[in-house]
């Protein structure tokens, strides 16, 4: 019986080793860029349209979106550095160095302006890329999250955040490596309204792009680089952003502050409230999310 187990278990941890499959026309690719590797699923036709995820989740948190944008945009949808196939370097995680990632990437592929939305963490590094690169930015969606270092929300939010500071500890990622689903899926409860919203395929795989040898502690690096991001979008702040952007919040997370927040960094700003909706839109409320996108973008 013990014997059965143990080749059980070892089957189910050989099954999800292998990452998520994205819709019929897209593929999975690979790209050494700043130093490092960095996986992306690409798909579509048009111009291209590169989506960043953020913390809990991985490319993957995308793909409800992906069949009907792909008629429209050539989707980009990497990993962060620091989770799933990407590399996990000891360094790095700065929004602003993270953003070049990304920046190589887009040159590697042969573009020389994009479109841009950010979430979560994916926010503060699409800002970074923005900042750094406004003119090669047509347009930039920042949703869910806030910059860095914006003055009075961020001391407001940083303060209440438990995680900015835990993730910030050399332990924690060895912590919670022996926990990862345990760990993400309360986690995920803590902005999520419609409980439940992500389906059994979306757990899993966030679950496995974690569970990769170094994500937690590399993931957690993005939380620990935030008081470096904060110096450099002091800098950044002085020029504000020219391109249109779209301020996406959650009615029952973000939506609040979202918008003030930005309007320290860029003058062209349109609000979308994503109703009946906490921090996780895409699987909370997917078509409002995809017709905000297809309505700022193809305006």
Known sequence: MANTFLMSEQKIKAQTTKPASPPPGFY??????????IHYVIGGK????????????????????????????????????????????AGGYDKKNMAKDIHEL???????????????????VAYAYAAQFGDEVKKVVLSESIVPGVEPIW?????????????????AGKIVADHVRDFFEDFWTIGMHRKGAFT??????????????????????????IPQDVIDNSEFMKRKLQMPVLAMGAEFYLA????????????????????????????????????????????
């Open 106 to 124: 887009v040159g590697l592929l042969g573009y020389k302006t994009i479109n841009l939305v950010g979430h979560d963490i994916g926010l503060m």
């Open 28 to 37: 999975h690719k690979y790209a050494k860029v700043n130093g490092i590797t």
């Open 256 to 299: 609040s502050f979202l918008v003030d927040n930005l309007r320290a960094v860029a003058d062209n700003i349109t609000e979308l409230k994503i109703l009946n909706s906490g921090h996780f839109v895409v699987q909370e409320q997917t078509a409002q999310v995809q017709k905000g996108l297809i309505d700022f973008f193809m305006n």
């Open 200 to 225: 059994e395929d979306e757990s899993d795989e966030f679950i496995r792009a974690y569970s990769t040898p170094g994500a937690t502690t590399g993931s957690f690096q993005w939380y620990g680089s």
């Open 155 to 171: 001391t407001k939010v940083y303060t209440t955040k438990w995680w900015f500071g835990f993730f910030a500890r050399p332990v």
């Open 46 to 89: 048009g111009e291209p349209l590169v989506l960043i995820h953020g913390f809990g989740v991985n490319w993957y948190v995308w793909n409800r979106l992906l069949p009907e944008l792909s008629r429209h945009f050539t989707i980009i949808a990497p990993d962060l550095r620091g989770v799933g196939e990407s590399d996990k370097p």
